[in-house]
Each structure stands twice: as structure tokens, then as C-alpha cells.
């Protein structure tokens, strides 16, 4: 058990280190206190792409290596989960570039619950009553931070509408990618599903660059290697950590990433939230933990 923890927290911290380096690449990101030189703002989508180069490249490998059916078994649901992947991480992307730091990260921790709603929908799930409850508290926490910018004129940072709503949107497809690794997993190995994420996305970021693309100079092609490679060993982490013990115990413990989207937001982008836009996180990681324990624990 303490190792199912210890590879969900090293996940967590793998995902933020993703986010940081999609944050410098963001067109406010200016200089960070380690790092001398300016960082070129670098749109989503070519983040996107430098992502999926590295994953392709890592996945395929493994998938040869293993003798694992390239294009899995479950190809409808397979291609669901890239479509539904990349879109809901082009957009993400995008809001980490235009949100404050934690703001951003926060808000696309709802993603669980938007996959319980759509497995609900679409695979027959049962949601119980308190469920609803804790969904009431965390899309309130949004509303205290949508809200912020009219009850509180004078303090913290002004916070986009438009972006935020684009990360709940961003979560809501994340959720229907989440589903389809539900449906896949007694098909297909964690590998290939793994492997659609860049099958889809790297054509369409591809396409897209041809119409805007940044070249990147110096130390950022070493940031996008790491994108790529702090999101490949966060995937193998998680996916080590449920096989370690209850998930019911260990996944909570994949929220300490917000907390740390919360110190990294204040103590390297110097991103000062206000009290009542703490009060509206807080929210929303209580009714996704709450939900998230409550969830596994009614599993039979």
C-alpha cells in the first residue's frame, strides 16, 4: 500500500512538472528566477505535439517489444479515447497559458467527476445520492471563483471567464476520454490505449503548425522533451500505483497536485489569489476527494 501511494504522489509531481513547463511557454510566462533567459511564447498545440512525438516514440517501442496487436481490439473505443484526449488537452493547455497557474490545474481536477456523470450515461453506473452532493460543493467552488472578479474588486488576480469556462469544458472531455479507458480496460492493454492519444493527435497538431508554429530555440527543445517525458513516467506511475493497493486509499492522494499547482502558482509565478478564490478551490478538491473515496469505497 505505501508504494501505491508513493507512485501516485511521484505521478502527481510528474503532471506538475508537465504543467509548469506548458506554463512557461505562455505568452504572460515571461522569466521564472532559475532561468536566465526569456522562453518564447510556444502555442498549446505545438506543446501538444512535442508531447505526443515523445509518447508515439515511447509507446510504440513498448508495444513491439511486448508483441502487443498495434492497433489494440477495441478500435472504436480506442479512437474515442485519442479524439476525446487530445482535444481536452489542446484546450487545458491552452487555459494553463491564459489562467492563473492553480486556477487552471483546479478546475481540471473535475475531471473525475464529469467521468462519473458519463459513465453513468454511457456504461449504466450507478451514482448515489451523496454523490450529487459532493458534486454541488466542488461546481460551487467554481462558481466562488467565477464570481470572484464582482464580489471582491480590490484583491487577488482577475479571472477569465471565457478560460475558465474552456477548462470546464476541458474537463467534461476529459471525462469522456476517462470513460472510454473504462470501457477498454478487460479489451485492451493500458499500452494501446496509451498509444491513441498520439496516433490521433499528431496529425491534426501536425496540420496545424504548418499555420502557426514558433521555432524553438536553445533550452526550449530540452523543455519539450520533458513535457514528453514527465508525461509518459506520470502515466506509468499511476497505472503502477492501482496496482499496489486499494484505490480507494490511494488515489486521493493524486489531489496533493493541487496543492502543489497552489504553492508553484504563488512561489514561482508570483500568481496572489485572494481568500475567497482559496475558499472556492478548497471546495472543489473537497467534493472530488469525497467523491472519489465515496465512489471506490461502494465498488464491489
Not at 510528474?14 to 532559475?34: A, D
Not at 511564447?41 to 502487443?68: D, M, N, Q, W
Not at 496540420?207 to 506509468?236: M, N
Amino acid at each position: 500500500m505505501k508504494k501505491g501511494i508513493l507512485y501516485i504522489i511521484l505521478s502527481g509531481i510528474c503532471f506538475l512538472f508537465v504543467n509548469f513547463f506548458v506554463k512557461l511557454f505562455g505568452q504572460n510566462s515571461g522569466t521564472v528566477s532559475f532561468i536566465s533567459q526569456k522562453i518564447q511564447h510556444i502555442p498549446a498545440h505545438e506543446l501538444v505535439l512535442a508531447r505526443s512525438i515523445v509518447s508515439f516514440a515511447i509507446s510504440a517501442t513498448i508495444i513491439k517489444i511486448k508483441g502487443y496487436p498495434f492497433f489494440g481490439v477495441n478500435k472504436k473505443w480506442l479512437l474515442i479515447r485519442g479524439i476525446a484526449g487530445t482535444v481536452a488537452l489542446t484546450i487545458f493547455f491552452m487555459t494553463i497559458q491564459h489562467l492563473p497557474f492553480a486556477i487552471a490545474a483546479v478546475i481540471q481536477y473535475l475531471a473525475p467527476i464529469f467521468t462519473m456523470i458519463f459513465a453513468m450515461l454511457l456504461l449504466g453506473d450507478r451514482i448515489f445520492r451523496i454523490q450529487w452532493l459532493f458534486v454541488s460543493l466542488a461546481f460551487i467552488g467554481v462558481a466562488m471563483i467565477s464570481f470572484e472578479n464582482i464580489l471582491i474588486k480590490s484583491l487577488g488576480m482577475s479571472i477569465d471567464y471565457l478560460w475558465l469556462g474552456l477548462g470546464i469544458l476541458s474537463a467534461s472531455i476529459s471525462g469522456v476520454a476517462y470513460t472510454a479507458i473504462a470501457k477498454l480496460k478487460d479489451t485492451d492493454n493500458p499500452i494501446n490505449i496509451v498509444l491513441y492519444f498520439p496516433m490521433v493527435s499528431i496529425p491534426f497538431m501536425v496540420l496545424w503548425c504548418f499555420f502557426d508554429f514558433v521555432q524553438p530555440t536553445g533550452i526550449e527543445w530540452l523543455f519539450l522533451l520533458l513535457i514528453g517525458v514527465f508525461t509518459q513516467f506520470a502515466q506509468i506511475f499511476l497505472t503502477t500505483a492501482l496496482h499496489h493497493g486499494y484505490a480507494s486509499v490511494i488515489m486521493p492522494f493524486q489531489y496533493l497536485g493541487i496543492i502543489y499547482a497552489l504553492l508553484v502558482g504563488l512561489f514561482v509565478f508570483d500568481e496572489r489569489l485572494n481568500v475567497f478564490v482559496y475558499s472556492g478551490v478548497f471546495l472543489i478538491l473537497f467534493g472530488v476527494v469525497m467523491n472519489t473515496i465515496y465512489r471506490h469505497l461502494k465498488q464491489p
